[in-house]
């Protein structure tokens, strides 16, 4: 084998021992203002859409992470710190989200937060938005996400 394969096979050995040492964060929120909405906003059945995904694409060591009954325009929310605490500590490889709301409903925060995971080289995907920032962002996805979280937010209302 060449050596410019075998460098890159022990990179990619080297990397994918690294994202198995991780942990992928399925965190779920729900609000009481998100109201006795339908079952697909549970917190039971947002944590198994997020299994599901997370099973299903081979995610590494997921870990539940629940804010229930907290409002989505409070960024205190201890499974939202909790989360935070270990992105920043560089321990999370992905963070996945039913859709972008269940971050927050404060699309300035949001975006805080997702500049937070980019620059510690988490991977965000909101199912239900279709972001996966490991596909690539363009130009336009703070803004799609501005107009997500806006206008989940006036339907709450």
Do not use: W
């Not at 009481?32 to 590494?60: T, V």
């Amino acid at each position: 084998m060449p050596e410019a394969e075998c460098a890159a096979t022990d990179g990619c050995r080297k990397e994918e021992n690294m994202k198995q040492s991780k942990m992928t964060i399925l965190y779920e929120r729900l609000s009481r203002e998100d109201g006795d909405k339908a079952e697909s906003d549970s917190i039971a059945n947002q944590k198994l859409i997020l299994s599901d995904y997370a099973e299903k694409n081979g995610f590494p060591n997921p870990i539940h992470m629940t804010d229930d009954g907290i409002s989505g325009l409070r960024f205190d929310r201890p499974g939202y710190l909790k989360m935070m605490e270990e992105v920043e500590g560089g321990n999370v490889y992905a963070v996945v989200v039913k859709d972008i709301t269940r971050l927050g409903r404060d699309h300035l925060r949001v975006g805080l937060c997702m500049e937070t995971m980019r620059v510690n080289n988490v991977r965000l995907i909101a199912i239900g938005d279709s972001i996966d920032t490991a596909k690539g962002e363009d130009d336009f996805t703070p803004f799609r996400t501005i107009m997500d979280i806006t206008q989940k937010t006036h339907r709450v209302k």
